[in-house]
């Protein structure tokens, strides 16, 4: 029936992976280093990953678009990293990470390497510690925690609101090391436009170098798609300008199922759009919620007041502030996990309650933590018993600035507003992807040899990703995961000697590169790339975005065919092929965009029901909860490409034997 | 939901077209490494004060392209003053004339109508041109690899919290690791030097426990890489970290020259 085989071990779920793992097979070292393997992307699955690698002794090559490893877009995440180490002695667990990740995922997530992730995620605070990572600490000396949303303990670790930095740093100097004893060979400013599949196993790539536009071909006994999310084919989101899917989109066109794609991640907390200029939307970590009080006015009065100018949101009493999510889930309250504090947001300010000119706006508002509590704390502290109002306020202004204070300079550089003084606004917009390739529990695509870690792959974040997580899965997989699994491949592969690269697949494969470049160049219309992807990202994030419907899917499948003719018509790429040329780079993900967000419609069409960031319109609860159809839905869907615009579902069902699924309530 | 970016849609648009500006771009013009280069003019019209400096370069771009011409090639990713990749010479000062900001977090509102912005990109000879604005910064990279870690396996870690440091230190460490490596340092620098690049990643380990074990062969190799990838000396401007976009402290410089001249006397 199926062709997909998820090989996840058998036996009790904590035991699945010790046991698992001590009986992959090794490959002996003097075998390693005839054993090449490619690793694409150097975010923080693809560094630590290529490190770990070179350390064992393998032979890697690593590529990135960017010009340096240590840019890859995991640098921006801000703000944590979750870990069951309990160090704050509040009950949290390996069980509780397991159980709250395929929660908050909406019971759409593997039990096994859900379950994996969260067994190996102490270790990588420790591993992370050891090279230099510079976590925050308390005075005592040991490291600090705070909450993320979707949980009620303090498992998250960070380092301000640069966690993604720190982490990213700490895999760099790791790959670097590595880099420096020759153990890793580094490709920066190289793209991989293109997979090479030889007697159906992967055997390497082919990348163009952007700054000579040479393309050059790539040998490796396995190949490692560490090349992120796909969120870019909104326009606008929270994603680096560069980030795209092509990597995965080209091995999903040489075969590889493309699993969940309608799972879009919709982050609650960004800086609303300013205009139409806009090129990308800038996050507010969702750490922001542990001290920031999510709420718009209770009466219209006041909301036309705020939009005209004459009232500001200071000024709105107490008693007229409807803080919606405290209001609607006492429970977590603010800490609700992001698709749901999405839609509560979007839900207000759809009935008319957004506070900016838009209407799509909702306050974050640290006012009364930075008084009354951070204020409160440093004033006892400094043994003041009575103080100002005045006093309070400057206290916990130095408190809140150590936590947030990059995040607050931020917002102040791109919105001229100082959110020490006044409430933040805040929108949700594009931030993570669920949905990638589709993988097994090696963390092999359904190719033999292809391998796809990190965000690119759809394993282990269900339908809607917890905060905090995506830190946490792409070093899981790059330092904890695929240095054993892969052993289960390449050593039956220390036989295949290196297959030179004049080989006819090479050949063909380039071939076929170089004839889509030249067909960009050839087209010489009148339109820019960004022309047809802001196209694009308006149908996707109208139609297929915070909440959908069938009816809206259709016409967007529609729509996106017609983009997609007539970008191959009328597109104008400027410059020549053999240079540094970023119209061409675009020219090249915008083409796959377009392909994927067609995918990404059907698929949100054949799920006739709702969970995490799908929400089907057609499926709610009374109370606008998401509708799950457990029956009939609780698989998840790869699809297998035929040609451009026609696919074949798969289907693999899921299977909980150890955490009882419920409608998912945060009330 | 109205999509963000069609405006045209919403009565009151809040870009706000009366305060728009006009501005003269000297934009500096070099078709790759071996080019001469020169500097050409561009108009940049109707430039909303909400823009960032990287918009505007976006919107003289597209018509650039709809004309026919070439675009302007300049490096750029994250957007949010995280990543590193932007690098403009803006009126004279990297990243542009406001403090503790990178180009792509620097806003239009800072600059006004009729305004003649001069751009070009990092000049130094250990960053040779690409193309236009994009420089080769790989030997940031180099140093890096020369010495820029702690030697620790994947899986050999004791658990994190077996090793306290001292809040201060992992506070001091942390702002030194900000860093985002865009090299405004060295454009900044008459000498074009690297120091405090390298003194940051020096500081970082200096400060931590586990950094100690090599601190000696760390800082003799970082500091041997930058002087071969041809960075000038120091002479104690401090434009560097006047330039910062992270504002990491001179004291990194300083503290590299005590670990640098530690190690010498400890590696005779």
């Known amino acids: 029936m199926s062709k997909l085989d998820s090989k996840i071990p058998e036996g009790p779920i904590d035991q699945k992976w010790t046991k698992y793992k001590s009986t992959i097979p090794l490959v002996n070292p003097a075998n390693k280093r005839h054993l090449e393997v490619i690793v694409v992307g150097s975010g923080l699955a693809g560094s630590s990953a290529a490190a770990t690698l070179a350390e064992m002794g393998y032979s890697v090559k690593v590529f990135c678009f960017q010009d340096s490893a240590r840019r890859a877009h995991s640098i921006a995440a801000q703000g944590g990293i979750n870990a069951a180490k309990n160090y704050q002695n509040d009950g949290d667990s390996v069980y509780r990470l397991f159980y709250d990740t395929i929660k908050g995922g909406d019971y759409r997530a593997r039990e096994g390497n859900v379950h994996r992730l969260a067994e190996v995620s102490g270790s990588i605070i420790d591993q992370c510690v050891a090279q230099g990572v510079p976590f925050a600490r308390e005075y005592g000396g040991l490291l600090s925690n705070r909450s993320f949303g979707g949980t009620q303990v303090q498992r998250t670790f960070y380092a301000a609101g640069q966690t993604g930095q720190q982490l990213l740093l700490g895999a760099y100097s790791g790959l670097n090391r590595q880099i420096g004893l020759g153990n890793v060979k580094m490709y920066a400013r190289h793209e991989m436009l293109d997979i090479v599949n030889i007697d159906g196993k992967c055997r390497g790539i082919i990348a163009r170098d952007l700054v000579t536009g040479k393309l050059e071909r790539h040998f490796g006994h396995a190949v490692l798609l560490c090349t992120g999310g796909y969120g870019n084919v909104f326009y606008l989101s929270t994603n680096a300008m560069g980030s795209n899917v092509t990597a995965a989109w080209k091995a999903h066109k040489r075969g590889a199922m493309f699993a969940n794609p309608c799972y879009t991640q919709i982050h609650p907390t960004c800086i609303p759009v300013s205009g139409d200029h806009q090129s990308k939307l800038t996050l507010m970590s969702e750490s922001l919620r542990n001290d920031g009080r999510i709420w718009v006015p209770k009466k219209k009065e006041d909301v036309e007041a705020i939009r005209a100018g004459k009232k500001k949101g200071s000024d709105i009493p107490e008693e007229d502030r409807d803080y919606y999510l405290e209001r609607r889930y006492p429970a977590f309250g603010n800490l609700v996990p992001r698709d749901v504090a999405s839609r509560a947001s979007k839900e207000r300010c759809d009935a008319g309650y957004g506070v900016n000119k838009t209407g799509e706006a909702v306050y974050l508002d640290f006012a009364s933590n930075m008084k009354y509590k951070y204020g409160k704390q440093v004033a006892t502290l400094k043994g003041i018993a009575n103080p100002t109002e005045a006093q309070l306020t400057e206290f916990g202004k130095e408190v809140v600035k150590e936590k947030y204070g990059n995040l607050f300079d931020m917002y102040k550089q791109i919105t001229g507003e100082d959110p020490y003084e006044i409430p933040m606004m805040i929108y949700p917009a594009v931030h993570y992807t669920m949905g990638g390739l589709w993988v097994d529990y090696n963390l092999m695509t359904n190719i033999e040899g292809l391998y796809a870690l990190g965000e690119a792959n759809f394993s282990d974040h269900g339908a809607n990703r917890l905060g905090a997580s995506a830190l946490m899965q792409g070093l899981a997989d790059g330092y904890f995961v695929i240095p054993y699994t892969i052993g289960a491949y390449l050593s039956k592969e220390i036989g295949t000697k290196a297959i030179p690269t004049d080989k006819e697949e090479f050949a063909k494969t380039e071939q076929e590169v170089q004839d889509r470049i030249n067909k960009f160049f050839a087209i010489k219309g009148t339109k820019s790339v960004d022309y047809f992807h802001k196209r694009l990202g308006k149908i996707m994030w109208e139609k297929c975005g915070m909440a959908r419907n069938k009816e809206g899917l259709e016409w967007a499948i529609a729509e996106i065919q017609k983009i997609r003719e007539e970008f191959w018509k009328d597109v104008r790429v400027p410059g020549d092929a053999n240079e540094f040329n970023p119209e061409l780079e675009k020219a090249n993900r915008v083409a796959d965009f377009i392909e994927l967000g067609e995918l990404m419609c059907k698929d949100a069409l054949n799920r006739n029901e709702s969970c995490g960031g799908h929400f089907r319109e057609e499926f709610q609860t009374e109370e606008g909860e998401a509708m799950r159809d457990d029956e009939n839905y609780k698989y998840v869907a790869a699809w297998e490409m035929k040609e451009v615009g026609n696919w074949e579902l798969h289907k693999e069902d899921l299977i909980y034997e150890n955490i009882k699924i419920a409608q998912r309530s945060y009330k | ?268």
């Open chain 2, 1 to 268: 939901m109205a999509f963000p970016f069609a405006l045209s849609l919403f009565p009151k648009p809040f870009t706000k077209m009366s305060g728009n500006m006009n501005l003269t771009l000297k934009v500096w013009r070099q078709k790759n490494t071996n080019d001469k280069g020169k500097f050409e003019t561009y108009k940049a019209e109707n430039i909303s004060p909400d823009m960032s400096f990287l918009e505007m370069f976006d919107v003289v771009n597209e018509r650039l392209i709809v004309e026919g011409k070439e675009p302007i090639a300049f490096d750029h990713d994250c957007r949010e003053g995280i990543c590193g990749s932007c690098s403009m010479y803006i009126n004279g000062r990297p990243h542009g004339p406001n403090n503790g900001v990178t180009t792509c977090q620097l806003h239009m509102r800072s600059f006004k109508d009729g305004d003649i912005i001069v751009v070009e990109p990092w000049r130094s000879a250990a960053f040779p041109v690409i193309k236009d604005l994009a420089v080769d910064r790989s030997s940031f990279d180099r140093i890096q690899a020369a010495g820029g870690f702690i030697s620790v396996n994947t899986g050999n870690a004791q658990d994190a919290n077996s090793l306290p440091i001292p809040k201060n230190d992992a506070d001091e460490s942390f702002a030194a690791a900000a860093c985002i490596g865009c090299g405004a340092c060295v454009a900044a620098c008459k000498n074009s030097s690297a120091m405090l690049f390298v003194g940051a990643k020096v500081t970082q380990f200096a400060l931590l426990p586990q950094g100690k074990p090599e601190a000696t062969q760390r800082v003799l190799a970082m500091v041997n890489q930058m002087d071969a990838e041809g960075f000038g000396s120091c002479t104690n401007t401090g434009a560097c970290s006047a330039e910062c976009p992270k504002e990491i402290s001179l004291s990194v410089i300083a503290r590299m020259n005590r670990e640098y001249l530690s190690a010498q006397l400890f590696a005779e």
